[in-house]
């Protein structure tokens, strides 16, 4: 759910309103507070932030625009359910990173069509990438027929689906030596793992 779904939900305290400069110029740590604390001027804050991190990581795993706006409203989602178990604020680009891309692989597996990207996690602002270590725990959890469907892939396909969507979010460097691969190959390998888990029994119907 985007920011502005949750109007109804986040609004100021007691009807207070925050001065723009003010909110503007708040540490992360009081804009989460803020935000999870229902004020609805925080959560805009939070989107004029990281709204073009969770829409360039859902591009990056090879989404259309439309469906990236849609991984973008279910990340926001994600945060308003699982914001408070976040221990450190400094950790919340790293923690949308992380969770819009998981959100946007599982969009993709049900998707006939990918875009190739480079990886999201250098593309993206000064280049830096925190480790993930607050995150709500969804990390090897998958839907009954997701984990059939994983199961039936090659190996070195399904630890390639496994690394991108877990919470350390590794970068594709990270992966490539991981697998002992070549980093030019990380892109191209998810787009077949993909389109391999399309044609699988269980998801195949989904996916059409």
């Known amino acids: 759910m985007s920011t502005i779904s949750l109007r109804s939900t986040a609004r100021p305290a007691n009807g207070t309103r925050h001065h723009t400069d003010s ?25 004029r932030r990281y709204g073009s991190l969770l829409l360039h990581t859902a591009r990056g795993v090879g989404l259309s625009h439309s469906d990236a706006f849609d991984v973008a409203q279910q990340t926001w989602l994600r ?42 996690t ?8 925190a ?22 892939l090659p190996g070195r396909y399904q630890r390639l689906i496994r690394l991108l969507m877990s919470d350390s979010c590794p970068s594709y460097l990270e992966i490539a030596e991981t697998l002992n691969l070549p980093i ?25």
Do not use: F
């Open 79 to 120: 945060l308003w359910q699982h914001g408070g178990q976040i221990r450190d604020a400094q950790c919340l680009p790293a923690w949308l990173a992380a969770t819009a891309r998981r959100e946007g692989l599982r969009v993709a597996i049900s998707r006939k069509r990918y875009l190739l990207y480079a990886d999201p």
């Open 184 to 208: 030019g190959s990380i892109g191209p390998m998810r787009m077949r793992a993909l389109q391999m888990l399309r044609r699988t029994p269980e998801l195949a119907t989904a996916a059409r």
């Open 131 to 152: 480790a993930v270590v607050d995150v709500y725990p969804a990390d090897g959890e998958y839907e009954p027929s997701t984990e059939r469907a994983l199961a039936r």
């Open 23 to 47: 909110i503007h110029s708040s540490t992360i740590e009081d804009v989460l507070n803020r935000a999870l604390a229902s004020d609805w001027s925080a959560w805009k804050e939070l989107e």
């Open 122 to 129: 250098t593309e993206h602002g000064d280049g830096q990438r």
